[in-house]
T-cell receptor, first 117, second 115 residues
Framework: NAGVMQNPRHLVRRRGQEARLRCSPM?????VYWYRQLPEEGLKFMVY????????ESGMPKERFSAEFPKEGPSILRIQQVVRGDSAAYFC???????????????FGEGSRLTVL | AQSVTQLGSHVSVSEGALVLLRCNYS??????LFWYVQYPNQGLQLLLK??????LVKGINGFEAEFKKSETSFHLTKPSAHMSDAAEYFC?????????????FGKGTTLSVSS
């Protein structure tokens, strides 16, 4: 089984441009989570989505950031008008649907590393 | 609210020495606890998890962790370090096993292993 797939692995943008990060969950998983990793700060939860629904976006910055998980295709994290402070590694994780036996762990992709010049 | 504290952002050990990475958690309900490992420029890989069964949990690569409710701790240990264990380790907590329960991570501990 393919794991969580993220692309691009590395992305360079100039200030003011847009960044789009994609995530395809593991086969059979219908829940997607986005985390941001900054040096010395660990992973910070951003948003949790199911197909066509944002369930929890309590960790998303109020401006410039948005996420979607359409009925078809990957989940996308979109950052508009990027600034240098957006430079970070963005990780996507997935989990299976709610059913007996799921022990709460998340399965992570290898991350997308955004550099803003 | 849940939180995780990892004591020591950097730990250095010699090859063959005991590895001890500390994690304390805060949770209002019985927690689910996890340790993940991250190698450079890679994603996070699950090492082990505590889900209210046995308090001593064994994971991959010879790691284990013990859940101690009285100390609100979930420290990670390995009897003998290998060079290949050098990586960043993250402790995480969730307040349930329901899909959709996000994990809350600590800031991580970087493990260095010297020969």
């Amino acid at each position: 089984n393919a794991g969580v797939m993220q692309n691009p692995r590395h992305l360079v943008r100039r200030r003011g441009q847009e960044a789009r990060l994609r995530c395809s969950p593991m086969k059979g998983h219908s829940h997607v989570y986005w985390y941001r990793q900054l040096p010395e700060e660990g992973l910070k939860f951003m948003v949790y989505l199911q197909k066509e629904n944002i369930i929890d976006e309590s960790g998303m910055p109020k401006e410039r950031f948005s996420a979607e998980f359409p009925k078809e295709g990957p989940s996308i994290l979109r950052i508009q008008q990027v600034v240098r402070g957006d430079s970070a590694a963005y990780f996507c994780a997935s989990s299976p649907p709610n059913r007996g036996g799921h022990t709460g762990e998340l399965f992570f992709g290898e991350g997308s590393r955004l550099t803003v010049l | 609210a849940q939180s995780v504290t990892q004591l020591g952002s950097h730990v250095s050990v010699s090859e063959g020495a005991l590895v001890l990475l500390r994690c304390n958690y805060s949770s209002s309900v019985p927690p689910y606890l996890f340790w993940y490992v991250q190698y450079p420029n890679q994603g996070l890989q699950l090492l082990l998890k505590y889900t209210s069964a046995a308090t001593l949990v064994k994971g991959i690569n010879g790691f284990e962790a013990e859940f101690k409710k009285s100390e609100t701790s979930f420290h990670l240990t390995k009897p003998s370090a290998h060079m290949s264990d050098a990586a960043e380790y993250f402790c995480a907590v969730s307040e349930g096993n329901q899909a959709g329960t996000a994990l809350i991570f600590g800031k991580g501990t970087t493990l260095s292993v010297s020969s």
